[in-house]
């Protein structure tokens, strides 16, 4: 079967899109996340996704309902304001208090999990409440529905919008958040603005393609375009084209080696972090990335 | 009359139960060269966080040329200590340059642009680092290029926090020619924050001895005194070896 029979496959084209998708808007999220040194916040904020879509199966059950009728047709209605809040929520822990980044996340990210685990285990086997477990964490690349590449669709528009408008400015505050502030800039909305999107985003990827996966996603382009970008628009274009590429190559090689599609992503996207630390390593004595 | 170009009047800031600055009052005529001087932890960041409007004083204000500090932005260069800088973020010495222009992070950077950027860099001598990576630079390179991103929009009032930091006696010397020379050529005001005294002494027109509160306020050779010394360091050491020097 050559590539185009195989993304003729209804289920391959759907893992494609999403896939390619999640790629494009995690790419520069993740530029800011890493350059911030906010590693930890892709999982800490698939986790609160995880607490969310845990109360909002339990919701589902509490009233009734089954996956798919009325409001609650999907346990994402409650995760992802869940996980906006809980982005937010990291956002001030971290401004208001002197807790490290990392360490705000923390905490929300072991709440989160044991909300997440306390609620799922109130909901008896076998009930139909739109979500599963174990492909929430674990992810089901290929088991992407129709509707779910809509949801990846409209945030991946919502991200792009806002990467476009703020990049520059997310960019300076970045670079030097007190530079930023002399220069007017207001970084304190900035931030909070990165970590709500960071929050839907990661929140539509979890449960699309499962936790793990997202934190890849958020992490290992933007980490590897790091090391060998000499600025942040590479770095940025870089780190989606990875992304990309890393999709593409991750979903072919699983097909053909019988694998399961999400861990050989992932494992694509390490070989890349691997080539990209042996290029820097090896250019660094010239002082200079290569690029 | 022109309003002074920085503008102290009664500040005072409190960090929890200490005073990080009391009552502190003075102001910066036009086209002086002012020193701001005393220990560790004596305020002196903080005095130039009011001036740029980044910290609020609990009691009194600040003007900077007459204008509330965040208003007066478009006409404040602002040189960081080197100490805040991230070296692993990916940029060149233009990117950063540019920054002074466009007060955001540049996708592309425009000719024009590129041409202010490399003019400016070229008077504060480091025409050559443009499109060097800021990760290679050393740090008296990078303070050049904080400089230039400072002096790009020919600002009326520079800040430095502390520009000779990390920087052999040659750059160091290399710097207060170019600020004094582009005082000249501009009539700008220029505060700076430094630990040397004997740069205090010889390049300032002006110095403030600051501890929280002010121990001194005028002409070197009147300011930096036993007296006004002692007050905010407690004791003299040895300064009088570096001053006559």
């Given at each position: 079967m050559d590539l185009l029979d195989l993304f003729s496959l209804p289920f391959m084209r759907r893992a494609l899109l999403a896939g390619l998708g999640i790629a494009v808007m995690a790419g520069p999220l993740g530029v800011f996340v890493v350059q911030q040194r906010l590693a930890f916040l892709g999982d800490g904020l698939a986790h609160a996704a995880f607490g969310g879509m845990g109360l909002g199966a339990l919701l589902i059950f509490g009233f009734g309902l089954s996956a798919g009728t009325i409001i609650f047709h999907e346990p994402l209605w409650v995760a992802l304001p869940f996980t906006l809040l809980t982005a937010l929520g990291i956002a001030w822990v971290s401004g208001?208090?002197?807790?490290?980044?990392?360490?705000?996340?923390?905490?929300?990210?072991?709440?989160?999990?044991?909300?997440?685990?306390?609620?799922?285990?109130?909901?008896?086997?076998?009930?139909?409440?739109?979500?599963?477990?174990?492909?929430?964490?674990?992810?089901?690349?290929?088991?992407?529905?129709?509707?779910?590449?809509?949801?990846?669709?409209?945030?991946?528009?919502?991200?792009?919008?806002?990467?476009?408008?703020?990049?520059?400015?997310?960019?300076?505050?970045?670079?030097?958040?007190?530079?930023?502030?002399?220069?007017?800039?207001?970084?304190?909305?900035?931030?909070?603005?990165?970590?709500?999107?960071?929050g839907v985003v990661v929140a539509v990827s979890a449960l699309v393609v499962g936790i793990i996966l997202i934190a890849a996603y958020l992490i290992i382009p933007a980490a590897s375009a790091q090391m060998v970008s000499r600025s942040l628009i590479q770095m940025t274009l870089l780190s989606v084209a990875i992304g990309v590429a890393t999709t593409l190559a991750g979903l072919v090689a699983s097909f053909y080696l019988d694998v399961p599609s999400g861990s050989t992503v992932v494992l694509t996207q390490a070989l890349v972090f691997v080539g990209a630390a042996l290029v820097r390593g090896l250019t660094r004595r010239g002082g200079t990335p290569v690029i | 009359m022109d309003p002074p170009a920085l503008h102290i009047h009664h500040v005072t800031v409190r960090f929890g139960e200490t005073d990080i600055l009391q009552d502190v009052t003075f102001d910066l005529e036009r086209g002086q060269f002012l020193a701001v001087v005393g220990p560790n932890g004596a305020g002196k960041s903080t005095?130039?966080?009011?001036?740029?409007?980044?910290?609020?004083?609990?009691?009194?204000?600040?003007?900077?040329?007459?204008?509330?500090?965040?208003?007066?932005?478009?006409?404040?260069?602002?040189?960081?200590?080197?100490?805040?800088?991230?070296?692993?973020?990916?940029?060149?010495?233009?990117?950063?340059?540019?920054?002074?222009l466009r007060r955001a992070w540049p996708a592309r950077v425009t000719r024009a642009e590129r041409e202010q950027a490399a003019a400016t860099?070229?008077?504060?001598?480091?025409?050559?680092?443009?499109?060097?990576?800021?990760?290679?630079?050393?740090?008296?390179?990078?303070?050049?290029?904080?400089?230039?991103?400072?002096?790009?929009?020919?600002?009326?009032?520079?800040?430095?926090?502390?520009?000779?930091?990390?920087?052999?006696?040659?750059?160091?010397?290399?710097?207060?020619?170019?600020?004094?020379?582009?005082?000249?050529?501009?009539?700008?005001?220029?505060?700076?924050?430094?630990?040397?005294?004997?740069?205090?002494?010889?390049?300032?027109?002006?110095?403030?001895?600051?501890?929280?509160?002010?121990?001194?306020?005028?002409?070197?050779?009147?300011?930096?005194?036993?007296?006004?010394?002692?007050?905010?360091?407690?004791?003299?050491?040895?300064?009088?070896?570096?001053?006559?020097?």
């Open positions: 208001a208090t002197r807790l490290s980044g990392d360490t705000a996340i923390g905490v929300f990210f072991a709440v989160s999990t044991a909300l997440g685990v306390m609620c799922f285990s109130l909901i008896p086997p076998d009930t139909d409440v739109g979500v599963d477990v174990f492909d929430l964490l674990f992810g089901t690349i290929l088991g992407v529905r129709r509707g779910d590449l809509l949801f990846v669709a409209g945030t991946c528009l919502l991200s792009l919008l806002f990467f476009v408008v703020a990049w520059g400015r997310l960019g300076y505050a970045t670079f030097d958040s007190e530079l930023a502030r002399t220069d007017g800039l207001r970084v304190r909305a900035l931030e909070y603005l990165l970590f709500a999107v960071a | 005095l130039f966080k009011v001036a740029l409007g980044l910290i609020r004083p609990r009691e009194g204000h600040a003007a900077v040329g007459g204008k509330a500090p965040l208003s007066a932005a478009p006409g404040v260069g602002y040189v960081p200590q080197l100490k805040t800088f991230d070296r692993t973020f990916p940029a060149t010495a233009l990117e950063l340059v540019v920054t002074g860099l070229q008077r504060v001598g480091a025409g050559h680092l443009l499109h060097r990576s800021l990760a290679g630079l050393s740090s008296g390179e990078l303070q050049r290029v904080f400089l230039a991103r400072s002096l790009i929009r020919q600002p009326a009032i520079v800040l430095l926090d502390e520009p000779a930091t990390g920087v052999d006696f040659l750059a160091e010397s290399d710097l207060y020619d170019l600020l004094e020379r582009y005082q000249t050529e501009t009539g700008a005001t220029i505060a700076m924050i430094t630990h040397d005294l004997a740069a205090a002494r010889y390049h300032a027109s002006q110095v403030i001895v600051l501890n929280r509160r002010v121990h001194g306020y005028g002409l070197p050779e009147e300011v930096l005194c036993d007296e006004c010394l002692r007050g905010a360091y407690g004791h003299v050491g040895h300064a009088h070896t570096l001053l006559s020097a």
